[in-house]
């Protein structure tokens, strides 16, 4: 198992960037996809982003294609996901997540607690 903490949320207007980190800990970090998920205001969670172990693959969302990157760090065990030009419906709480790389985006099992992201109007 791998223990996930992230940070980087917070209250931004509509334009404005954040940068989420994700802390990773525990397993080892290369063998795990890592992703991204996002939970608005009494909607389901979604995926947002995610990356393969290496970074040689990644998915991003319909909705947020062109404004968020994801990338990691395999030697500081951390995974990124860099958020430009914020739209109100971008808020939600996001959470980062793992899972062993098997070749596909699914079956993520370890999750962080959460950081909240606001995007005023």
């Known amino acids: 198992q791998v223990q996930l903490v992230e940070s980087g949320g917070g209250l931004v207007q509509a334009g404005g960037s954040l940068r989420l980190s994700c802390a990773a800990s525990g397993r080892t970090f290369n063998n795990y996809a890592m992703g991204w998920f996002r939970q608005p205001p009494g909607e389901e969670r979604e995926i947002v982003a995610a990356?393969?172990?290496?970074?040689?693959?990644?998915y991003y969302t319909d909705s947020v294609k062109g404004r968020f990157t994801i990338w990691r760090d395999n030697a500081k065990t951390t995974v990124y996901l860099q958020m430009n030009s914020l739209k109100p419906e971008d808020t939600a709480v996001y959470y980062c997540?793992?899972?062993?790389?098997?070749?596909?985006?699914?079956?993520?099992?370890?999750w962080g607690q959460g950081t909240q992201v606001t995007v005023s109007p």
């Open positions: 990356i393969s172990w290496s970074g040689d693959s990644t």
């Open positions: 997540a793992a899972t062993i790389d098997s070749g596909y985006f699914d079956n993520f099992d370890n």
